[in-house]
């Protein structure tokens, strides 16, 4: 299989790229920092890859031309985003997170779709989060865009297939994952290890999973977050210290 990995220059992303090239796919990888891609290109046999931000305009440009090198593309695998706490709520960390968790998630997202439909077949998986499944008062612009992502690939998987298109979706929830985007001040509960989390979407998109919530704590965790009613749910003092 011909996989691209936007996002594979540390934590989940690069975990996902090391499984695939372990198991004999073809892999190409993409993020921003390049003397990153370069490492990790060499440490997975001089797979392609490019330096691409997907905030700015020519970002599918460069996609088109990574795909080219690596012969094709089967599953696209969107693992780029950004997330902090704001407290204070300072606009430009708030914009900055729209930008790239919605804004450029969807730019990158539709192109996928639309090269599916010219070839007949694919598959789109992106990593949302569980923060998706509730406004959370640390971290406004981050749960609103995640959330932003679980219902844009819920519509378009009831696009392919009123459109008959052959495209799969799968939504990632992880919870916490230890990675550099959780680093600092903050602690957090039940912390999970890259390597673990990419193994599990790993099997859950080769078994064609809609919606992957990872794991069975988180699973349970959401569960319960939604029975609780919004009422009472604005109220609660959710945060990590
Ligand atoms: N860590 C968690 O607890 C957690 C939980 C749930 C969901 N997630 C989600 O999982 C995904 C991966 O995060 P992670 O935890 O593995 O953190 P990470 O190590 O910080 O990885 C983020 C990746 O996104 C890429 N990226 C960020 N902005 C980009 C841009 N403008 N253009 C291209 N690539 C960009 C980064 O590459 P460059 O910096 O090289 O561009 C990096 O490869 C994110 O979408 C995150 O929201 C994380």
Redesign the pocket.
């Known amino acids: 299989m011909n996989i691209v990995i ?9 975990e996902l790229a090391r499984i695939y090239h372990a198991q004999g796919h073809s892999v190409a990888i ?4 390049i003397e ?2 370069h490492r990790i290109s060499n440490e997975l046999g001089n797979c392609p890859f490019s330096q ?4 700015q305009e020519d ?1 599918t440009f460069h996609l088109t031309t990574l795909i080219e090198c690596l012969g094709g593309m089967d599953l696209y695998l969107h ?5 902090k706490q704001n407290r204070c709520l300072d606009p430009q960390l708030e914009l900055s997170t729209v930008e ?2 919605a804004l ?1 998630f969807t730019r990158m997202i539709t192109f996928a779709y639309h090269y599916f439909v010219q070839q007949g077949h694919g598959h789109i998986a992106a ?5 998706g499944t509730k406004g959370i008062g640390v971290a406004p612009s ?1 749960s609103a865009t ?1 959330r932003f992502c679980n219902t844009y690939l819920e519509a378009l998987t009831q696009l392919a297939h009123m459109q008959g298109h052959n495209i799969r979706f799968t939504d990632i ?10 680093s600092g001040e903050f602690h ?1 509960p039940m ?1 999970m290890k ?1 390597e673990s989390v990419a193994n599990t979407i790993v099997k859950g998109i080769s078994k064609g999973k809609r919606v992957l919530t990872i794991d069975w704590r988180f699973r349970l965790l959401v569960a319960l977050w939604r029975l609780i009613p919004s009422s009472l749910w604005v109220k609660l003092k959710i945060s990590s210290r």
């Open positions: 936007m996002g594979a220059t540390s934590g989940i992303g690069l993409a993020g921003r920092r990153r891609l691409i931000d997907i905030t970002a693992v780029s985003g950004i997330g790239t968790n450029a990593i949302s989060s569980i923060a981050y995640k929830r992880p919870g916490f994952v230890d990675t550099d985007m959780l957090y912390m890259p």
